[in-house]
T-cell receptor, first 113, second 111 residues
Framework: DTEVTQTPKHLVMGMTNKKSLKCEQH?????MYWYKQKAKKPPELMFV???????INESVPSRFSPECPNSSLLNLHLHALQPEDSALYLC????????????FGDGTRLSIL | EDQVTQSPEALRLQEGESSSLNCSYT??????LFWYRQDPGKGPEFLFT?????EEKEKERLKATLTKKESFLHITAPKPEDSATYLC????????????WGLGTSLAVNP
């Protein structure tokens, strides 16, 4: 069982909807990440939070809005998505050392109609 | 430009047939080389971190090794449940947590 929990597992939404993806970890990690993964591709970094502050935004469109309410929780708010945004969205966490491994959740499979 | 290349893209083995997956990297200031396993519809599962050339790590039928240019994931006597995509990723000193990923090797082990 993964120690990073993501909900929901599946989400279908229309292009005008607003929804949120949630991620929770209880490993005491202070770095948390959002990734997007398309089929047969590696994960693509979207955002990094360090000590609850946004430290990296990989030029992600503003229709994706991250939030880190506390050290265990990470949200990704979605609004006015496009069909090409359909993908597996992964959350990960890691220790603060620069070479600490990232631990992933099982993702949310997002489909945009 | 920093780059990670995995080979082969796909590998099909018979149960018990040992083999190796390759991860070649050109990364300035390597801080860590990570191996992950990913099953369909799941997130990557962390396997190993290697930090310096000559280092080896083992877990059940898997053994990861590192040189200054590449890493190998050796699979000894694989079983069907070892079927998955294996990803390697590098962390370099200047990238501020952004890993450099290979495209993965899709492994199928036939009973």
């Amino acid at each position: 069982d993964t120690e990073v929990t993501q909900t929901p597992k599946h989400l279908v939404m229309g292009m005008t909807n607003k929804k949120s993806l949630k991620c929770e970890q209880h490993m005491g990690h202070r770095a948390m990440y959002w990734y997007k993964q398309k089929a047969k591709k590696p994960p693509e970094l979207m955002f990094v939070y360090s000590y609850e502050k946004l430290s990296i935004n990989e030029s992600v469109p503003s229709r994706f809005s991250p939030e880190c309410p506390n050290s265990s929780l990470l949200n990704l708010h979605l609004h006015a998505l496009q069909p090409e945004d359909s993908a597996l969205y992964l959350c990960a966490s890691s220790g603060q050392g620069g070479n600490q491994p990232q631990h992933f959740g099982d993702g949310t499979r997002l489909s945009i109609l | 430009e920093d780059q990670v290349t995995q080979s082969p893209e796909a590998l099909r083995l018979q149960e018990g047939e040992s083999s190796s997956l390759n991860c070649s990297y050109t990364v300035s200031g390597l801080r860590g080389l990570f191996w992950y396993r990913q099953d369909p519809g799941k997130g990557p599962e962390f396997l190993f971190t290697l930090y310096s050339a000559g280092e080896e790590k083992e877990k059940e039928r898997l053994k990861a090794t590192l040189t200054k240019k590449e890493s190998f994931l050796h699979i000894t006597a694989p079983k069907p449940e070892d079927s998955a995509t294996y990803l390697c990723a590098a962390d370099n000193a200047g990238n501020n947590r952004k890993l450099i990923w290979g495209l993965g090797t899709s492994l199928a082990v036939n009973p």
